[in-house]
């Protein structure tokens, strides 16, 4: 998630600003990992510098796991829970090898990156 209008955070902080309720699927017991773009530009940088040859395949990630009520609560009280709920219960990867291979972490933690976009967006 960032400073784009294509991303759900930003979309979440926009029906904020706009009074608009969000919506929650089920009870918002579904677990996802959300990565800020400054990270995933600086795991990419890295990358490409890295002196690793072996073509690997790595799990990108926060390693943060939040429930989505919380993620619309760090974003507004303005929220409805909605009884349809299609979507997977959790969405996460492990970022395990990403550290251990490239000795990248993720340095901006959820609410950072909201307070980022909150701050550019004023």
């Known amino acids: ?6 991303n759900l955070i930003y979309k979440f902080i926009q ?3 706009n009074n608009i309720p969000i919506k ?3 009870d918002g017991s579904q677990i996802r990992d959300f990565i800020f773009i400054d990270d995933v530009i600086s795991a990419i940088n890295k990358a490409v510098i890295s002196k690793n040859n072996k ?3 790595l799990n990108l990630g926060s390693g943060q796991k939040i429930l ?4 619309v609560k760090a974003i507004t009280n303005n ?9 997977p219960a959790k969405l996460y990867g492990s970022i395990v090898e990403i ?11 959820f609410k950072g990156g909201i307070n980022k976009i909150l701050i550019q967006n004023k």
């Open 1 to 6: 998630y960032g400073y784009s209008q294509n």
């Open 15 to 17: 029906m904020s600003k």
């Open 24 to 26: 929650i699927n089920g």
């Open 55 to 57: 073509n690997l395949i």
């Open 68 to 71: 989505m009520r919380k993620v």
């Open 79 to 87: 929220f409805i829970y909605a009884k349809n709920i299609n979507e």
């Open 99 to 109: 550290k251990n291979e490239l000795k990248w972490r993720p340095r901006i933690s």
